[in-house]
């Protein structure tokens, strides 16, 4: 059973920085692409970055030269830098494996607030 726990979420001002953490137990960690997305109320869940096996990166625009994915296969875990925090980034954040997100269950996810 794969399961996943975000943390590091906040509030934090507008242009200011946090990093998220997954910790990944079960499974195969090393051989799962891995992804962070996020959620509003009412919203769908958006995919905002992915990184690859190989270590490949892809971000949405909305994130990208602002957040950076990263991934440490000894612990199992994925991060995400951001940086220059906007309101807009209100979210509650999660992690996954995205061809998985069918079969592993969701994590709690962690809340970022960015507000003044």
């Known amino acids: 059973q794969v399961q996943f726990v975000e943390s590091g979420g906040g509030l934090v001002q507008p242009g200011g920085s946090l990093r998220l953490s997954c910790v990944v137990s079960?499974?195969?960690?090393?051989?799962?692409?891995m992804g962070w997305y996020r959620q509003t109320p009412g919203e769908r869940r958006e995919m905002i970055a992915t990184?690859?096996?190989?270590?490949?990166?892809n971000y949405a625009e909305s994130v990208k030269g602002r957040f950076t994915i990263s991934r440490d296969n000894t612990e199992k875990a994925v991060y995400l830098q951001m940086d220059s925090l906007r309101p807009e980034d209100t979210a509650v954040y999660f992690c996954?494996?995205?061809?998985?997100?069918?079969?592993?269950?969701w994590g709690q996810g962690t809340q970022v607030t960015v507000s003044s």
């Open positions: 996954n494996a995205p061809l998985y997100v069918r079969d592993f269950a």
């Open positions: 990184i690859g096996t190989g270590g490949r990166t």
């Open positions: 079960g499974g195969s960690f090393r051989t799962y692409d």
